[in-house]
């Protein structure tokens, strides 16, 4: 009974932070909000909520990661795959190196494997927590998408040095050429374990669903399942469950294209994954503030290992940490940045490979900014063993790893809520023609015309069928037609008059869904064409299933 109602407590306090975070200031970003909730119910309820890293893995991991692959811009990923891979792996591997490196420096006694390990910990950045520390911000879709794309990618390479640091500490060994191979077997493995999966399933649901009936509560609980059934699968293999859902979420967006639901469905759908990931990106900061009081309790005894000044030593270390973390993320930020104007200034690079952006440091400052760390951080650090392989020893600083990592969490959280809404004003960012205001007006021009000629094709055919009423069919038919015509004069989306109730109402919703399948199968081409980016139609697509749903088929 006490873990339900902590369990209902904690899903109040995400709620609650919604509404603080709207009503205070933008110092106070939602994820700072969330973790303090969580201190503040765990200590009034007087109840350690345990935060095991498997069960948070399992149950928090896969869905945040699904839902952000499968509403990344897949065109803009693509575009920027160089940055994304350079932030992900690169930063990552160098991070884990040079931060590993300089803790087995500055703190005495503590190992080298160990240092690896609380730098592998603390390499994964969180974009969940920037998104909701600059949503009062207009963030340049394309750095937002670097972000997000590193997101996918870095939890992997991150928690998988992280796995071999604890086993070089635990066993005493450690071999680069196995290390290596397990890490492209992990990632390789994964990544096509959970695109595979993800599209049989798709598949398997879209023939099922032509055969019998689609019903829209089992399609949309068939992929909330999809994210579990793939990381649980890649575990199983040894390859890694992260990689597993991400791949599936972005490939989510090509099957789906693909073996289409029903548009109802579609819409449900897009509202619960909403649903799932405000829930559940709130209540991992809740459950991350809930692990406050218990490492601050321990921290006396952690800084009384440190010497009589261990307090102060502690706060040292902690901030030395962070300021490693962000000379190595600017110095690389700034180095890929340079690399990039070097390319756009080559007479053969693409047009679209321009790169005429302002302050270059500012947006060197906020991508280093940007990076926040968040749960995985903890999740990862609270992997680590309480003992060594001989079963008696004490994993060496364990609880001055915990207290570090935590540190980075709220000190970065802290950072990018009071510097980076500054830094992010007025930052230009290379625009994509794809995604433009005129792009998707071309759009919406061609599916319009297309849907035209479809329900005049359409109404010609009941003409022939029933000659009878070719008067009531062209009248209908115009009655359509001048809704596209006035759609193409105004740009505009579909007007919300509903639909006549009269005796010819079943052949205008024919014609109507006639023409609404033209403009789908012309949005479907302009996004094969890269005439429009996978977002923008994305956007179009879900205009069309609110304009089915208005012409609802009468009974």
Same mark, same amino acid.
């Given at each position: 009974?006490?873990?339900?109602?902590?369990?209902?407590?904690?899903?109040?306090?995400?709620?609650?932070?919604?509404?603080?975070?709207?009503?205070?200031?933008?110092?106070?970003?939602?994820? =700072? #909000?969330?973790? &303090? /909730? +969580?201190? %503040?119910?765990?200590? *009034?309820? $007087?109840?350690?909520?345990? @935060?095991?890293?498997?069960?948070?893995?399992?149950?928090?991991?896969?869905?945040?990661?699904?839902?952000?692959?499968?509403?990344?811009?897949?065109?803009?990923?693509?575009?920027?795959?160089?940055? =994304? #891979?350079?932030? &992900? /792996? +690169?930063? %990552?591997?160098?991070? *884990?190196? $040079?931060?590993?490196?300089? @803790?087995?420096?500055?703190?005495?006694?503590?190992?080298?494997?160990?240092?690896?390990?609380?730098?592998?910990?603390?390499?994964?950045?969180?974009?969940?927590?920037?998104?909701?520390?600059?949503?009062?911000?207009?963030?340049?879709?394309?750095?937002?998408?670097?972000?997000?794309?590193?997101?996918?990618?870095?939890?992997?390479?991150?928690?998988?040095?992280?796995?071999?640091?604890?086993?070089?500490?635990?066993?005493?060994?450690?071999?680069?050429?196995?290390?290596?191979?397990?890490?492209?077997?992990?990632?390789?493995?994964?990544?096509?374990?959970?695109?595979?999966?993800?599209?049989?399933?798709?598949?398997?649901?879209?023939?099922?669903?032509?055969?019998?009936?689609?019903?829209?509560?089992?399609?949309?609980?068939?992929?909330?399942?999809?994210?579990?059934?793939?990381?649980?699968?890649?575990?199983?293999?040894?390859?890694?469950?992260?990689?597993?859902?991400?791949?599936?979420?972005?490939?989510?967006?090509?099957?789906?294209?693909?073996?289409?639901?029903?548009?109802?469905?579609?819409?449900?759908?897009?509202?619960?994954?909403?649903?799932?990931?405000?829930?559940?990106?709130?209540?991992?900061?809740?459950?991350?503030?809930?692990?406050?009081?218990?490492?601050?309790?321990?921290?006396?005894?952690?800084?009384?290992?440190?010497?009589?000044?261990?307090?102060?030593?502690?706060?040292?270390?902690?901030?030395?940490?962070?300021?490693?973390?962000?000379?190595?993320?600017?110095?690389?930020?700034?180095?890929?940045?340079?690399?990039?104007?070097?390319?756009?200034?080559?007479?053969?690079?693409?047009?679209?490979?321009?790169?005429?952006?302002?302050?270059?440091?500012?947006?060197?400052?906020?991508?280093?900014?940007?990076?926040?760390?968040?749960?995985?951080?903890?999740?990862?650090?609270?992997?680590?063993?309480?003992?060594?392989?001989?079963?008696?020893?004490?994993?060496?600083?364990?609880?001055?790893?915990?207290?570090?990592?935590?540190?980075?969490?709220?000190?970065?959280?802290?950072?990018?809520?009071?510097?980076?809404?500054?830094?992010?004003?007025?930052?230009?960012?290379?625009?994509?023609?794809?995604?433009?205001?005129?792009?998707?007006?071309?759009?919406?021009?061609?599916?319009?015309?297309?849907?035209?000629?479809?329900?005049?094709?359409?109404?010609?055919?009941?003409?022939?069928?029933?000659?009878?009423?070719?008067?009531?069919?062209?009248?209908?038919?115009?009655?359509?037609?001048?809704?596209?015509?006035?759609?193409?004069?105004?740009?505009?989306?579909?007007?919300?008059?509903?639909?006549?109730?009269?005796?010819?109402?079943?052949?205008?919703?024919?014609?109507?869904?006639?023409?609404?399948?033209?403009?789908?199968?012309?949005?479907?081409?302009?996004?094969?064409?890269?005439?429009?980016?996978?977002?923008?139609?994305?956007?179009?697509?879900?205009?069309?299933?609110?304009?089915?749903?208005?012409?609802?088929?009468?009974?």
């Amino acid at each position: 009974m006490h873990t339900a109602l902590l369990s209902l407590a904690f899903l109040l306090a995400v709620a609650v932070s919604a509404m603080l975070s709207r009503l205070l200031p933008a110092v106070l970003p939602r994820p =700072v #909000l969330q973790i &303090a /909730l +969580g201190a %503040v119910v765990t200590l *009034v309820s $007087g109840q350690h909520v345990e @935060l095991e890293p498997d069960v948070f893995f399992l149950l928090f991991v896969p869905p945040l990661l699904f839902v952000d692959g499968w509403r990344i811009p897949k065109d803009r990923l693509f575009k920027d795959r160089h940055a =994304v #891979l350079g932030l &992900a /792996l +690169g930063l %990552v591997f160098l991070t *884990v190196v $040079g931060v590993g490196y300089f @803790l087995h420096w500055m703190i005495p006694g503590l190992p080298l494997g160990v240092a690896f390990a609380i730098a592998a910990v603390v390499s994964p950045t969180d974009p969940i927590a920037v998104s909701s520390i600059a949503e009062r911000v207009t963030v340049p879709k394309r750095l937002l998408t670097i972000l997000e794309g590193e997101s996918l990618l870095n939890d992997a390479s991150g928690l998988v040095c992280l796995r071999f640091a604890i086993a070089a500490v635990v066993t005493g060994s450690f071999s680069l050429t196995s290390a290596g191979l397990s890490f492209l077997w992990t990632a390789l493995a994964g990544i096509g374990l959970g695109a595979a999966l993800s599209w049989a399933i798709v598949w398997a649901r879209g023939r099922l669903s032509a055969r019998v009936g689609e019903e829209s509560g089992t399609a949309i609980l068939t992929m909330l399942l999809v994210p579990f059934a793939v990381y649980l699968a890649a575990e199983h293999i040894g390859a890694s469950g992260i990689l597993a859902a991400a791949a599936a979420g972005i490939t989510m967006t090509f099957a789906t294209a693909r073996y289409e639901a029903q548009a109802v469905t579609r819409l449900r759908s897009h509202v619960f994954w909403q649903l799932i990931e405000f829930t559940l990106n709130g209540a991992v900061f809740v459950l991350l503030g809930a692990q406050l009081p218990r490492i601050l309790a321990a921290a006396p005894a952690t800084a009384a290992q440190a010497g009589p000044h261990g307090v102060w030593m502690l706060l040292g270390y902690l901030a030395a940490l962070m300021g490693a973390l962000l000379a190595i993320r600017f110095g690389w930020a700034w180095l890929s940045l340079r690399l990039t104007l070097f390319k756009a200034r080559r007479p053969n690079h693409p047009p679209h490979g321009h790169v005429p952006i302002s302050s270059p440091l500012r947006i060197v400052a906020a991508m280093t900014c940007a990076g926040a760390r968040g749960a995985i951080t903890l999740a990862g650090v609270l992997t680590l063993p309480l003992v060594l392989a001989d079963g008696s020893t004490a994993f060496p600083a364990r609880d001055l790893a915990i207290f570090l990592a935590m540190g980075v969490i709220v000190l970065s959280l802290a950072i990018a809520s009071l510097v980076l809404p500054s830094l992010l004003q007025g930052i230009e960012l290379p625009t994509d023609e794809s995604s433009s205001d005129t792009a998707k007006r071309a759009a919406h021009i061609a599916a319009a015309e297309a849907a035209i000629a479809a329900v005049e094709s359409a109404a010609l055919n009941l003409a022939q069928q029933q000659p009878e009423q070719q008067s009531n069919f062209d009248n209908v038919a115009s009655r359509v037609i001048d809704r596209y015509r006035a759609r193409i004069d105004a740009v505009s989306e579909e007007s919300d008059q509903p639909i006549p109730s009269s005796a010819s109402l079943r052949t205008e919703y024919q014609l109507l869904e006639a023409g609404i399948d033209a403009e789908r199968a012309t949005i479907n081409r302009f996004r094969q064409q890269h005439k429009i980016d996978s977002e923008l139609a994305a956007d179009l697509r879900r205009e069309l299933d609110i304009a089915a749903l208005k012409a609802e088929r009468p009974r």
